[in-house]
């Protein structure tokens, strides 16, 4: 299902997903913790457990979360809210462009 494998001094996984190949990181020099760690992942691949990311663009993602709340919340909050996205994320869809609240 999975294998670890050597780049230098750290321990690599490589397996499939949705038959697509990953390969990441161990972050780890030492093949006991390496086995371990594959182990981990093989039960969340087994259990379902690990999905892959999302493909959707985050300014999709973030117009459709800003319509969310602003059903769910009230107009100060929802005002609050769009503030604070648009000073962590920046204005990169409609809804976070300034004078859009």
């Given at each position: ?15 499939h997903?949705n ?54 919340r ?28």
């Open positions: 299902m999975a294998s670890i494998y050597q780049r230098g001094k750290v321990w690599w996984l490589k397996f997903l038959d697509i190949r990953i390969q990441q990181s161990l972050h780890t020099n030492n093949k006991r913790v390496a086995l371990d760690r594959k182990r981990q992942i093989e039960y969340q691949l087994a259990t379902r457990g690990l999905v892959l990311p999302s493909e959707t663009p985050l300014a999709e993602f973030l117009e459709d979360f800003c319509q969310h709340l602003k059903t769910i009230t107009p100060k909050s929802y005002k609050n809210d769009i503030s604070n996205l648009r000073i962590f994320f920046g204005p990169v869809c409609p809804s976070l462009q300034p004078g859009n609240t």
